[in-house]
């Protein structure tokens, strides 16, 4: 009952706000409208459109994948699909990746090809990461020993 209450007032989608594996989604859909934003600076010649670009390609596409392909280790290897800490290790790489791109440009142009390497750098740990914590995983049987 109570639920359906606080769905009523319209408070029940306050609740996606808890698990990291549906976070991550928000968070990579959120660089939706920065991106736009970019793209109208850019279109202006305020900032760069690669800028633009790379809201949209690291930030909105890269976290959605890092989201989905840790839901569906989980889900096909038979585990609880609830994100670990090396889980939301990787979400947080693959955003703070996608962010040094996007504004450690704004902020230092000069040190451009530093925040080239440290974006490269924490997207490259944040699937090195993935790959640690699934490879045997999805190599194995799955845990709850159905099919598939």
Known sequence: MRNACRAARGLAS???RR???VVILHLAYAWIPAGFVLLGFSALGRVPHTLAMHAFTAG???????SMITRTALGHTGRPIVADRRD???YGLVMAGAALRI???LVAPQAFMVWI???GACWIAAFALYIAA???PLL???ADGKPG
Request: glycine share 18%; charged share 5%; proline share 14%.
């Open 14 to 16: 306050y609740a996606v």
């Open 19 to 21: 698990p990291p594996i």
């Open 60 to 66: 909105v596409i890269g976290g959605a994948i890092i």
């Open 88 to 90: 939301i290790g990787c």
């Open 103 to 105: 504004f450690g440009p």
């Open 117 to 119: 390497g440290a974006a």
């Open 134 to 136: 699934y490879a045997l």
């Open 140 to 142: 194995r049987p799955r």
